[in-house]
């Protein structure tokens, strides 16, 4: 997404290929990220200017989004996802369609992926940063300076939430609203609303079975997953490692350092994009070259043999 306002358009501009291809950018850098972050940016300029038709899909309330139910997003949802998809796919039938997720995104990027299987719209997808093991990611949260993350996200889901409080005045069940509403870790908010929302038993039941980490073994399409060997939100003990070497389809690339999406290194360090901004474009571009090959390759199979298949059939 272009930071410029000039630069915005409702309709995207339509590129002289036969096959173009779009980037739905998957921004939910943490418990609130969007598209205002500074790293999504520099991701979807550099794939504009590589000839890339770019979205954003923001989850519900974050990047200003606006929340219409008493719902939010979760790690487990992906019918936002599957939806966006579906959208661009309609709009642009003849497109390849890439994704790239970041932090929570990812893992619900990843879900995605398994849960489509053979039948997934995208061509191909990039996860960073992703926690993929939510129980982990729970327990090292609560250890040494961690905590600073928790409270720093607690406190953005707050905001989220106290802009669209009027949404759950009266919710009653399991709900626990004045925990969700004060709540200092991010546990609290799920505990109190999240895991409620979505109908799971416990907050440590909707971390169980929203982590991504099952997924990986039921990813069909191209699949680069980056992450930092020190990253305080999304452990290096959770990645799995063994599912995704025993996949083909996905690729693992794991720095010693980096923090959560804090990749400052390259050539436009320390204030341009994060070194990962190379190496994705690569790889999606390099995915698409090999689609692109393989259907020039089956269109000239195509017409090689017709011809004598059209001869023999008029001779009877």
């Known amino acids: 997404m272009p930071p410029h306002p000039r630069r915005r358009s409702r309709r995207p501009r339509l590129g002289l290929r036969r096959r173009p291809r779009v980037a739905a950018g998957r921004a939910a850098a943490d418990s609130a990220g969007g598209s205002q972050d500074t790293y999504v940016r520099h991701m979807l300029l550099r794939a504009r200017s590589k000839g890339w038709r770019v979205v954003v899909f923001n989850s519900r309330g974050c990047g200003s989004s606006p929340v219409t139910t008493a719902k939010f997003y979760s790690a487990s949802f992906t ?186 290194a390259g050539d436009e360090a320390p204030f341009g994009c994060p070194w990962t901004d190379p190496i994705v474009m690569e790889f999606l571009e390099h995915v698409q070259n090999e689609k692109s090959s393989i259907a020039k390759n089956s269109t000239s199979y195509e017409q090689q043999t017709s011809a004598p298949h059209l001869s023999v059939h008029v001779q009877r």
């Open 79 to 264: 019918g936002d996802l599957r939806q966006v998809v579906d959208h661009v796919l309609a709009r642009y039938p003849e497109c390849n369609i890439y994704a790239a997720g970041w932090s929570l995104g990812a893992n619900i990027l990843v879900r995605y992926l398994g849960e489509e299987t053979d039948k997934c719209h995208l061509s191909g997808a990039v996860s960073m940063c992703n926690p993929f093991d939510l129980v982990i990611a729970d327990e090292d949260f609560h250890k040494g300076f961690n905590n600073v993350y928790d409270r720093a996200l607690a406190n953005a889901l707050r905001t989220i939430f106290k802009k669209h409080a009027l949404l759950f005045e009266g919710l009653g069940g399991e709900y626990n609203i004045p925990k969700a509403a004060n709540a200092k870790t991010v546990r609290d908010f799920d505990e109190g609303l999240t895991r409620v929302s979505f109908g799971f038993k416990s907050v440590d039941d909707y971390y169980s079975n929203s982590s991504s980490s099952d997924s990986i073994k039921n990813v069909s399409i191209p699949l680069l997953s980056i992450q930092a060997d020190n990253d305080p939100i999304a452990p290096s003990r959770g990645i799995p490692r063994e599912d995704i070497k025993a996949n083909p389809n996905c690729l693992l690339i794991v720095t010693p350092q980096g923090g959560h999406l804090g990749w400052v």
